[in-house]
């Protein structure tokens, strides 16, 4: 290709990329560099599917190019094609052994496929093949982070700052690191160094407010917050979310619950009816002296639905389908020891229910959403009531088992990216309907979750389950299980209306 041939090349791509024009489809075979030029062009507009098929017409002809394989591998990775991705990055190492980027990338690719142990090994060579290769110790530290060696990670963010000391990332990964470690002096210098040198990064803020919040800096900590949000207020939505708005909590143990309810207002007027917002306000209204708004808010006689279930055409009894729903939950293949963020203590939990193999719950499936619909057909149609005004049109279910064993229960808590939450009783041990007031093995709502600093005693409603029970109930209303002791396990099924977003 002559030069006057190339200008105008770069000028078609340049026009193509802005004006979002199909890219000229080519026969005709193209350089390496040449593509690569184009197809950083297209890269800069944000086509990152034409540079690629820049870089396949490449290897069409140049099949072992190395750098047009890794190009390929890491825009693969940007749209989202991670098994593409390992494909081109294989190739690319295998044609250039020593080649420090594909090594790194590769392990990218495998990291976000979960082939973590084949993921540091390609990190380390990449570290090998070039130890002042920084981007490799920062990746070296997020993979040994998901492997759950945190003292190794922290190492090698700090092989990376020793490189480059004004990364800001790596001060950043390294304080979350530290922060985890629970050395939170040594993290709140990490964090402290992430925002002098990227004070836009409002993440790091807010991380940097969790550690001086968990130091009992709370001045310090709120500071560190507010400069957060104003920073990327969008940053809340996915803290109210994993029910973890630190900002509010900080405001709740400082004593300044009118403030928090401003702060939760503020929240629900960008995003009315969430959850974990609905819950904080119910706790601040009541220590701010407003029962009878929390009343409104928290409606246990109005919201709890409770119904005993008739049997499905497909089972003979209620009998006959809890024997098998147990039977699968105890069977599941991804039936574990709940993780410690669980809410449950000495018990264990599947994932998801609705995928694979679903046995009988998909007539389950099936009952739950019949019962859900009837439940929003209960509903006035009209209410200025936040959890009802704010009834999803579009919804899914995310459904999961619960197997609690002796002194088994599980801690007050919300499910905070929810619209309506449910559970199914199962199986139950027969300590559970037991006379007296023990209530071992009951459900309880009101109590907030301990950690959450609060005055007022709430109010409190226990329902005592029975196998083929199921409760219906707002995603915000704060729930617990209390412990019951014998060697008969408590079974049950919950799941969650989530709003299709």
Known sequence: MDRAERRREQRLAGKQAETGAPLEPRTRPIAPAEAMRLAETYRQH????????????????????????????????????????????????????????????????????????????????????????????VNLGHLLKQKGDLEQAALAYQRAIALRPEHGNAHYQLGLTLHALDRLDQAAASLSHAVALRPDQAEAHYSLGMVLHGMKALDDALVAYDRAIRLKPSLLDGLFDVGKPRHVLALFERGEHQKALGALDDFLRRAPGQSCALALKAIALDETGQRARVRELVDFERLISCERLSPPADFASMEELNRALADHIRGHPTLQDAPPAFSAHRGKATGELLRGDKGPIRVFERMMRSAVEAYQRSLPEQSDHPFIANAPRRWHLTMWGNVIETEGFQVPHIHPSGWLSAVYYVTLPEVVGAPGDARAGWIEFGEPYWDIAHSVRPEIKTFQPEAGMLLLFPSYFYHRTLPFTSDQQRISIAFDVVPSR
């Open 46 to 137: 944000g086509r990152l599917a034409d540079a690629y098929a820049l870089y396949r017409r490449v290897l069409l002809t140049h099949p072992n190019h190395a750098e047009s394989l890794d190009r390929c591998g890491l825009l693969a990775l940007q749209l989202g094609r991670t098994e593409e991705a390992v494909r081109h990055l294989r190739r690319a190492v295998a044609s250039q052994h020593d080649f420090a980027d594909a090594h790194n990338n590769l392990a990218i690719a495998l990291g976000a496929t979960g082939h973590l142990d084949e993921a540091l090994a390609s990190c380390e060579r990449a570290i090998r093949f070039n130890p002042d290769f920084v981007e490799s110790h």
